[in-house]
């Protein structure tokens, strides 16, 4: 927000401050100074505005907190006695608050015989200064008004406005009723409910309250009475009403975060006086000010011991009394060491000891504070879910992934292939950027996709990226999100000149998951086929922990999907990491046998379709504690097995930790597992 | 071959010559191989044919009173032959070794062979980064959704429904939830781990919440739609402003280097009260001024306030007995400033690139 340097000046008795000053001092004191424009009287701060400090937002305001910043006379030579005459304004019109809770005060004051001109060319530089456009003389002293005070004021061609039954111009304040009708100043024809607060005539509303005025009732080149309203608005209806209809305006930014219900008489005078200079004209007798409500003014308690106990740091109750006063308060000891509080009426941000506290501290300067740190306690911990989060990156990436940080949202045509993935029905924003923002991702694999083909299209199609990250869904109106570690494989491994390389495959995808559960301290998991819409048949299976949980999948992309992306086979895994049956870590850990192992092999031809679990299950179903495992050691199809057949070489690894193993012993177990591994159908063992 | 010598003494010259010789013609082939030397075993202590041997079966031709002294001269020279065949043997056996070495020589410039070496992104490394700062002040790290409600996101952290605050967060929201206070939408910040953090235990409190947020901001170098923040809120009887200040001085040293100092201004968030707008002196030119901070000296690093009483009361914390305070920053923003990187994107798009810089 821009505020001029005279200006402020003008309420700062003595030499105008220096901007630099100025702008250390107020940035201090909680009002950021981001620049300066200009330099000499007609300087411009640009100041950020916090929402709770809607009285700084003007010059006289601002003044206000440079005068206690500064520690420098603050004076306000206020609206002046402004001359009336003619008749009574009570007798030019009538003004009804049908809404106490939503307009506390409305004060209006009839100017007549005016003929409306430019403004003054000190109003006119001052407007244009920060940014306006000057448009008569009537409109520019309300925006000066409000520019100067921060009251927001309306200009009424008072013969516009439709009489009431007592024959006087009629000013209401109320709800819209449903379906009524309002062209604004801005030419838009808007349609009202019972939610939007009105400013009605007798028969028709004729402003948005607090917003915009209406345009049939604007001041035009032919006014000659004017009826100028100032009023005091609720916050919240001026918002609503304002964000209904898609304005905004320097008013409705004031209504909305509190004006000084105080100050609206104060607006009025200083915009009258501005009016008749410009344009001439009798300024009638009175003001009408219906007061539907007094405003509570709160009086807090300030205890000196908690405002010292809170900062962690001494400040004298004489300061805190000091500080209060420079900024307005009206400050009573209400016992010893205790003060009674009651903020001033522009103060709408105050009203707990706290907000007191902080009053003091800001003009005393944070740079004050001391630097403690408070006393040691709680050992630090880490949510088990993030801790398994941060294993997974580690593993993942100690495994040679590059880990990636994609959007959580996606096109629903993105998400669609997969939604049937994630938990619940896909999670959609209501409000989105457009696409592809519109869906909560099923899984971080459709970003991983995205990446693979930014990456392929630079030359850079081999790769192995990662992301621990979430996958969203709903179930009816609960949102779920559950921890994902995905994986994608893309193009060629063991990219060197000493070796050929080769494609990534399903099997360097499976290779990752066990990684990863092998990392996080995970028995084994089994890899069992499955199909899913976004995979490969044949190539895809289901990540299954080995306490039987569905943990996940992995797979080769469907060739559909991997085209969309722009890629050639891609291998993608999708792992829920709540499902990893993590064990806890042994209590013990045993010595490695010192006794030595024993390896004995089996081949076995057998159908393609007969899967490894099954040869497995079958070499180890029976079998005595001494086999520690079975590893495959060679598949081999051609010349010699017959068509849809495969020769698989098993290695049986033996061993004890009490004993060495006979070479008997170890062949009659071989032969054992040889004669579960031949009951298998259409299976054949070398040497049995 | 040369006549077999005459006499011991003939021998031992012969002996010195010969192998000399050998050594010497042998030099352009590069050394004595070990078979090379091998001939000359043979040649000289061979059992049925060396020199030596030969000598021996003169013994009986010579005289009795001469044979002890022969005897002995063959014996020595025997040892001589022994002792200076080892040598030439050790010598052509290191030099076979070498060469076999040699032969397995490869050029060690070439590009080595690739082992498997991942990296974390850039905002794992800046959040791991800033967590071990305060995990060393003793916080814990916590956890919450992303998909929250109103009441969790703004109500119950002081944002009434028609606060003007919310203008500053433009927000997405999820279709499927309730109405007011259960709306649903995408946290824009952290701080309702915050919330869920106080209503699920008693101080005291100390906790980071770092995690993913969201604002309705179009993407541009300097925003993002998805950005991530870390947040951190203490709770216990007797925190005050001065710790607050303590413990963002303490991290600024931690993250930043041992001469960073913070500058606290006074600012508005709701949740807070006193809010505070916190600052770090630039490290990159020690507040001297530079581009990165504007030429400020000062660089605008996290918002942060004493935690409002309303806040604490909704977290079911008594606000007259305990006081707390919180702090929050973006660590997209940090890491932007740490790797001098220039535009926000680059930390979405995933390049290799980009993220095979050795973090």
Known sequence: MKLRLEWLGSYLPGPLPGTDELGTRLTKAGFIVEGVEGNGPGACLEVEMTANRPDGMNHRGLAREASAALGRPFADPGPGRLAEGGRPAAELATVTIEEPSLCSRYSARVIEGIEVRPASAAVRERLEALGMNPISAPVDATNHVLWDIGQPLHAFDLDSLAKGPDGKPAIVVRRARAGERLVTLDGVERTLTPDHLVIADAVRPVALAGVMGGLETAISERTTRVLLESAHFDPGVVRRTARAMGLHTDASHRFERGTDPAATVDGLERAAALIVADCGGTVARGVIDVVAREVPRPRVRLRHARLEAFLGMPIPLPRCVEILRALQFEVTEAGPGVLEVIPPTWRVDVGLEVDLIEEVVRIVGYDELPEVLPHAFNPTWTEPTLAREERARDVLSGAGFVETCTYSFVSSEENAPFAGGAPGTPAEVANPLGEPFTTMRATPVIGLLAAARHNARRGQPDLLLFEVGRSYGMAGTAPRESRRATLLLHGRRQVHWSVEPRPVDFHDGSGAVAALFAGLGAPAPAFRPAAFPFLSPGRSARVVSSNGEDAGWVGVLAATVAARYDLTEAVVADVDLARIDVVPPPTTLEAPSRFPGSDVDLTVTHRLSLPWSDLVSAATAGAPPELLGVDARYLYRGPGVPDGFVKTTLTLRFGSAERSLSREEVNGWRDEAARRLLALPESRVDGF | ?359
């Open chain 2, 1 to 359: 071959m040369t006549p077999p010598p005459g006499s011991v003494e003939e021998a031992r010259l012969l002996l010195a010559s010969e192998l000399e010789e050998a050594v010497r013609e042998a030099a352009a082939r590069g050394g004595l191989l070990p078979a090379d030397v091998q001939g000359l075993r043979v040649r000289w202590l061979g059992k049925k044919q060396g020199v030596v041997t030969a000598l021996l079966t003169r013994l009986r031709d010579v005289p009795k009173d001469e044979k002890a002294a022969f005897g002995a001269g063959v014996n020595a020279l025997k040892q001589e032959a022994e002792e200076r065949l080892a040598r030439l043997e050790a010598e052509a056996e290191a030099r076979a070794a070498a060469a076999a070495e040699a032969a397995k020589a490869v050029d060690v410039t070439l590009p080595p062979r690739a082992f498997p070496t991942g990296r974390l992104h850039p905002l794992t490394v800046v959040r791991r980064r800033i967590e071990a700062s305060f995990r060393g002040l003793g916080y814990e790290v916590a956890d919450g959704p992303e998909i929250e409600s109103d009441w969790y996101n703004f109500e119950s952290l002081n944002f009434a429904p028609d606060h003007p605050a919310r203008d500053a967060v433009d927000t997405f929201f999820v279709k499927g939830g309730g109405e007011g206070r259960d709306a649903l939408l995408l946290r824009t910040h952290t701080s309702p781990v915050q919330m869920r953090t106080m209503e699920g235990r008693k101080p005291p409190i100390r906790v980071l919440c770092p995690g993913r947020v969201y604002r309705k901001d179009d993407i541009d170098p300097r925003h993002s739609p998805v950005f991530h923040q870390m947040e951190g809120l203490v709770v216990d009887e007797g925190i005050t402003f001065a710790h607050l200040r303590g413990t963002l001085a303490a991290f600024a040293r931690s993250f930043f280097g041992g001469r960073a100092e913070v500058r606290l201004a006074p600012t508005f968030f709701p949740f807070v009260e006193p809010g505070v707008d916190c600052a770090v002196s630039c490290v990159f030119c020690d507040r001297k001024g530079c581009r990165i901070c504007s030429y400020s000296g000062w660089i605008e690093i996290m918002g942060a306030g004493m935690v409002h009483p309303n806040v604490l009361a909704n977290g079911g914390i008594d606000p007259e007995r305990y006081t707390g305070f919180a702090f929050g920053m973006g660590i997209d923003r940090i890491a932007m400033l740490v790797y001098g990187i220039p535009d926000l994107r680059l930390l979405f798009e995933n390049d290799l690139r980009f993220l095979d810089r050795t973090w």
